[in-house]
């Protein structure tokens, strides 16, 4: 059984999206301009579930405040 990390690190495009949307860059959007995980996915051609987990291995995910 893979585990989720295994799941994701293979796909072929979020290799190149990982390297546009790099620490500073999903920061700035999601903390700064307050956009939502839907809105990353779309303008990046990757799904809300992957901004997610490049959240998370960002640390930036529980820096937002709840409600935005």
């Known amino acids: 059984m893979t585990t989720r990390k295994q ?4 796909v ?13 860059t999903l920061s700035r ?8 995980l839907a809105v990353i996915a779309e303008r990046y051609g990757c ?3 992957f901004v997610s987990l490049l959240l998370r291995e960002y640390g930036l995910r529980s820096e937002r405040p709840r409600g935005k």
Do not use: C, I, M, S
């Open 7 to 10: 799941r994701f690190r293979n």
């Open 47 to 49: 799904t809300p579930q």
């Open 29 to 36: 959007l999601y903390l700064h301009e307050g956009l939502t």
């Open 12 to 24: 072929g495009a979020g290799k190149g999206v990982k390297a546009e949307l790099d620490r500073t």
